[in-house]
């Protein structure tokens, strides 16, 4: 036996497994960017980071406020009585006033339309921990859960990988702009069915990550209705809630139940985060809020593995009970988001290149669909190895989202100033310029090999003619000729 094989054998199937989802293009990107990151004065050349969802636009606003309220840390003079109290062990549950300012968030994103118990919440390390927390709430290795088309890779880690969950697409196309259908629902769960897979529940992200669009009111009714009819769970990703920019606002899963009178709040289920909304991906606040008090339980329980550091808790109570610097911070991360949202897809119209309308999120669902050599996956893999390693942009393709069309790439537009966005902007004008001129040339070429054929052909077509016709004379073109006619002149 090789050591090698003896090393594998000391570790668990865990750890050598590709579980975790990350050999994927979604990742290269990443890793293409870590080698030779972007730098607007050092590194000129370097690969532009626009594979990454994070909201970067209102940092000045939380500095600010940290300024004005040096007592809200426990690291500054001002608030260093608090350290005692901070500092020791912390119930599970979390500080009240962290889950209180948690909630008071969670309804002022939603317009005020419903409220919160902050005694539903519960603590996780990050979005991630919040995922697979619940899949280990709800379901067993080998359990199924339903997962429209296209969405978040990272999610084959997050529900997946430790669990022993399994994912089942729902698949979505580009003929209703990727909406999620009744009878798309029913064929992925139908499928199950004759797969032997047990349904315990659908997981939809809204706004969606990567389509950066949200559910109405109907569809959401329609999700609610499906997962009641087969007793299942609803598994509702809301992390980008507060990055809506467009006039339509956001309808959470938790308003559309008010108004259902036959509906089991026992199977519906939210996770939330500060990483989009509040551009606070490194703080790791992940939340569950669960309407089955069962789940609540068992979540505060395994809380334990992911919770959030006590002196976070204490800085962020502080900032979301402060009503006007909440109500400030949604209407200007929302404006910012509008004109930035606005600046790239403009930019690329300019272009000839299109994006799926929007209305939220921190990225674009552009179509390159006229650039691919061949529809296919190979041929957006083709064209994703150019963009990334040639123009240096690191976007992420559609396949790697389990998008069943070819040709589409999510680009994130909020992790960088106006100046690299507009860097960004140049590189795909020189590229589509070059591509499109290479397809000018490659067209008349094939016009020109066309045209070259035509002749040839109709100058094959009339000597043979002509030799038929003079066969066919010695018989006077008799249509009970003994001689056969040419496949030529039946074709006429």
Request: proline residues 4%; aromatic residues 8%.
């Amino acid at each position: 036996m090789g050591l090698g094989n003896e090393k594998r054998q000391l570790l668990s199937k865990m750890a050598m497994n590709e579980g975790h989802g990350e050999n994927s293009a979604y990742f290269d990107g990443w890793k293409a960017y870590e080698r030779d990151p972007f730098h607007p004065t050092n590194n000129r050349h370097g690969v532009l980071q626009m594979g990454l969802a994070e909201n970067q636009l209102c940092f000045d606003l939380i500095q600010e406020w940290i300024g004005n309220n040096p007592e809200a840390s426990i690291c500054t003079s001002e608030g260093l009585h608090h350290f005692s109290d901070i500092a020791i062990f912390q119930d599970y549950h979390g500080l009240p006033e962290f889950r209180e300012g948690v909630a008071n968030l969670m309804s002022k994103v939603r317009g005020g339309r419903v409220k919160f118990d902050p005694d539903r919440i519960v603590m996780s390390g990050g979005a991630t921990g919040a995922n697979e927390m619940i899949m280990f709430c709800l379901a067993d290795p080998g359990d199924v859960f339903l997962l429209p088309t296209p969405y978040y890779p990272a999610f084959v880690r997050d529900l997946c990988w430790r669990t022993g969950v399994q994912i089942v697409p729902v698949h979505c196309d580009s003929s209703n702009n990727f909406k999620i259908t009744r009878s798309a629902l029913e064929e992925a769960y139908k499928k199950a069915q004759e797969d032997n897979l047990n349904v315990k529940g659908l997981l939809m992200t809204n706004p969606s990550n990567p389509l950066g669009t949200t559910l109405d009111k109907k569809t959401l009714k329609s999700l609610v209705s499906f997962i009641n009819e087969k007793n299942i769970h609803l598994v509702c990703d809301e992390i980008y809630a507060a990055t809506v920019f467009k006039p339509c606002s956001f309808i959470s899963v938790s308003e559309v139940i008010q108004e259902m009178e036959s509906c089991s709040k026992d199977l519906i289920h939210i996770v939330y985060s500060l990483s989009k909304d509040l551009g606070l991906p490194g703080f790791r606040v992940g939340i569950v809020y669960s309407y089955n008090d069962t789940v609540v339980s068992c979540g505060r329980k395994m809380s334990s593995f992911g919770l959030v550091s006590s002196q976070t808790q204490h800085m962020l109570a502080s900032m979301l009970l402060d009503d006007d610097f909440v109500d400030k911070f949604l209407a200007e991360s929302s404006r910012r988001l509008a004109n930035r949202h606005g600046l790239f897809t403009e930019g690329l119209e300019k272009m000839g290149i299109t994006c799926l309308p929007s209305n939220a999120g921190l990225f674009c669902w552009m179509s390159l669909r006229n650039l691919l050599k061949e529809q296919t996956v190979e041929g957006e893999m083709m064209l994703w190895n150019v963009i990334v390693n040639e123009v240096k942009l690191n976007v992420s393709p559609g396949s790697s989202f389990s998008c069943t069309e070819a040709g589409w790439f999510r680009v994130c537009f909020a992790n960088m100033d106006d100046e690299t966005v507009k860097e960004a902007l140049r590189r795909i004008r020189e590229f589509v310029g070059r591509e499109t001129e290479k397809k000018t040339v490659m067209m008349k070429k094939m016009k020109r090999s066309s045209r070259k054929s035509s002749v040839s052909m109709r100058g094959s077509f009339v000597s043979t003619r002509r030799f038929d016709e003079t066969v066919m004379s010695h018989h006077r073109m008799s249509p009970h000729s003994p001689v056969h006619h040419s496949p030529l002149v039946k074709a006429t």
